[in-house]
């Protein structure tokens, strides 16, 4: 279990990462994370991932302290709380970005608060034959933050009780118009006479990073990859469904009464992207 942290560019105990009450992180939601895993003890689309939060921090005005977000900062820090935490090789990171304290739904300042977490990263076996369905309690909205990954995650948290209470391995989340979105962890894939779909970005899902690799990988060994607006019969007709996130790539056994045949040739295709 980890022990220490980077708090605004201070190694501290875990037990003394104090927040205020009245953190815009903590009262709104008011911040981004990415989270990242390591291959072979590097970082694996580290660039891509600051990318990402980058753009996002971009969309909320926060003033980042210079020099935070590159690559050369991010794998140091890594590694000194790999050594200051005894961890192994490979390890789980989680980068948080947030507004400090001001305002109540306006803030009033730029300045964000950030994190680095790091603590050991046991990877899982694929995940083969997932049973899913469509969630119902929730959908996602589309937002100039929807790409990236929010604090204000309580529309996934929601998913999950609805996966918990349906005894379902997960759930798959539409948009407000009813468009094919993403799963509750993961982008969605679905393959049919050998050409691969994914849900446009703009219906709100997050704009993943594996998702993006996974594409330029697959477009590079000449599949056709749509992005399009899709609904659930697109779904029904499909002959595979995938789910991927930056762990690896999962196959959809079942979507309610829709049962695919196993197709793990594909999620094997999928993951080449991972292995490098």
Known sequence: MMSYILLNNEII???????SITDRGLQYGDGIFETMITNNGNIRFLQDHLDRISKGAKELLFEVPENILTTDYINEQVLQLK?????PEECRIKLMLWRGEGGLYTPTSKECEFALIVDEYIPSPPR????TDFA??????ASPVSFCKTLSSLTYTLAGIEKTKKSLDDV???SQEGFIAETISGNIFWVKDNIIFTPKVSVGCVSG???KNIIADLENKGYKVKRVLAR???LADADA???TNVTGVSTIKSIGETVYKSKNGWRQVFESVYHY
């Not at 050594?83 to 961890?87: A, D, E, F, V």
């Not at 083969?128 to 049973?131: A, N, Q, S």
């Open 13 to 19: 105990k875990t037990s003394k990462a104090g927040v």
């Open 209 to 211: 990073i594996s998702r």
């Open 241 to 243: 469904v995938l789910s």
């Open 128 to 131: 083969c034959g997932l049973e």
């Open 83 to 87: 050594k200051k935490n005894n961890l």
């Open 172 to 174: 798959i989340l539409l």
């Open 136 to 141: 119902e309690t929730v959908c996602v909205a």
């Open 232 to 234: 659930k019969a697109d």
